[in-house]
């Protein structure tokens, strides 16, 4: 069965084609990040206005790259939370007007259990039960997947996510948004050990991540220096910074592997594409066994082939909604 997906939770407008949730016959991406890099940040009006402008064309080429009309689609899955609601309400709109005048399925998916699913497209053998690291820019978690739409949260951030850790110290270094992927590529010919920063631990849950007091500490450790007049090794502050959240995140997650005697262990979000992140994590589960699984780096992002795939097993166990589909700021990737 071919799903038509739609991604608008952020700053991407994005659609695809995607056939037994595994085969991606065409995923097309636009990208807003040059406008708001001007803000330093998403703009959410901005946002909003300029998925109202591309949703129908990008909608437009995804079928036609993959060579479909809407008579072809089985189903038309949507992300409806969590995310900017304004920028959500545009691609659940369109949607639902789709569906509407077409009489083909509506499926609300979630923009978590997407980026999840962005590992059946790129490791085919994958199936849960699965422990899998979630990095995004808005979330970190621990999440069992028992099942492909069965999840349960072992663990989360209290305060910042990883992503928005990376961003913050970026852009306190003059990084353009979103900084993380430079931070990524400038901490690659630095050294991981020469500034110690803390490795915050949340007492009383051992899977929990507290990214804020590392973030400050990054802060505090370039603004005192600028303001001594000291010039600090740029490469050497990305390197440590990078070093911090990635043992952070490693630490906690191979944890729970142990703890809850999974073996199968999987990573995703936009932090994912982090070459740390994912060389560390390869390197752990091969020593301990384990089966290691990412999605290919041109997944990690925000894009629609994931939501056609995670929509998929959607479709199969149910979930399918009418024209009164709301869209979510916030909701639990259990529900
Ligand atoms: O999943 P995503 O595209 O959007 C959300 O759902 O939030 O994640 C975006 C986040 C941003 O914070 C971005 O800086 C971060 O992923 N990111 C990275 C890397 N590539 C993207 N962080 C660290 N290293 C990277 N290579
Ligand atoms: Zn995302």
Redesign the pocket.
């Known amino acids: 069965m071919k799903i038509l997906a739609i991604e608008s939770?952020?700053d991407?407008t994005a659609a695809a084609v995607v056939e037994n949730g595994r085969k991606v016959l065409s995923s097309i991406v636009a990208s807003q990040v040059e406008e708001h890099r001007l803000y330093g940040g998403v703009v959410p009006e901005i946002a909003s206005r300029r998925h109202a402008e591309a949703i129908t064309p990008v909608v437009r080429r995804a079928l036609s790259e993959a060579g479909v009309t809407l008579s072809g689609i089985g189903a038309i899955a949507v992300t409806y939370a969590p995310?900017l609601i304004g920028a959500l309400l545009v691609g659940v709109n369109f949607a639902k007007g789709l569906s509407l005048s077409s009489g083909i399925p509506l499926v609300p998916t979630h923009?978590?259990r997407s980026?999840i699913a962005s590992n059946y497209i790129s490791n085919q053998e994958l199936k849960p039960p699965f422990l899998c690291l979630v990095?995004?820019?808005?979330?970190s978690h621990i999440v069992m997947v028992e099942d492909y739409t069965k999840m349960k949260i072992i663990g989360q951030t209290r305060d910042d996510?990883?992503?928005?850790a990376?961003?913050k110290a970026?852009r306190t270094m003059g990084m353009p948004y979103?900084?993380?992927?430079e931070?990524?590529?400038v901490a690659e010919s630095g050294n991981p050990k020469a500034f110690k920063l803390p490795r915050p631990v949340v007492h009383d849950a051992p899977y929990d991540f507290s990214f804020s007091g590392l973030k400050t500490a990054v802060i505090n450790l370039i603004h005192n220096a600028s303001q001594k007049g000291e010039e600090l090794n740029k490469a050497d502050v990305c390197a440590s910074f990078?070093y911090a959240v990635v043992d952070c995140l490693t630490t906690n997650f191979l944890k729970a592997a142990r703890d809850l005697n999974v073996s199968q262990l999987v990573i995703a979000?936009?932090?994912s594409?982090?070459?740390l992140?994912r060389g560390t994590l390869a390197d752990e589960c091969k020593k301990r066994g384990y089966s290691f699984y990412m999605p290919d780096k041109g997944l990690?992002?925000?894009n629609a082939a994931m939501v056609g795939a995670q929509g998929y097993y959607e479709y199969l166990s149910g979930n399918t909604a009418n024209s009164d589909l709301n869209a979510y700021a916030t909701m639990s990737i259990e529900k």
Do not use: M, T, W
């Open positions: 939770s952020c991407e995310g923009h978590l980026h990095v995004s820019g808005g979330h996510a990883a992503g928005e990376f961003d970026a979103p900084g993380g992927i931070l990524d590529k990078r979000g936009g932090v594409a982090n070459s992140l990690c992002g925000d």
